[in-house]
C-alpha cells in the first residue's frame, strides 16, 4: 500500500471510507464469541487471528487516512 501522505485526496477519502467486508465482520464476531466461551479449534484459531489482523490494518489505515483527510481540510478536523 503507498503510503497515505502520497495518495490524492480522492483516494484518501477512499480509504477513510474502507470497512471490512460484512462476511468477514461477521465471521470475526462470530470467532471472537466462540473463543471467549473457549470452544476454538486450532484451525479456527489461526482463521480468527488472521482477520483480526485484517480488521487491525484497516482500521489503522482508515484511522491515517481520516488524520490526513483533516490535515488537508477534506473533512472536518474533531476535537476530544
Known sequence: D???ESLT???VL??????LPVERGQRLSELA???REGSLPED???EFVA?????????LRQ??????AA???LTPAMHP
Do not use: M, T
Open 14 to 19: 477512499a480509504e477513510v471510507r474502507v470497512r
Open 9 to 11: 485526496d480522492e483516494a
Open 44 to 46: 479456527e484459531q489461526q
Open 71 to 73: 490535515r488537508r481540510g
Open 33 to 35: 464469541a466462540r473463543r
Open 2 to 4: 503507498a503510503p497515505i
Open 63 to 68: 484511522s491515517a487516512a481520516l488524520a490526513e
Open 51 to 59: 482477520l483480526a489482523q485484517l480488521y487491525q490494518r484497516l482500521w
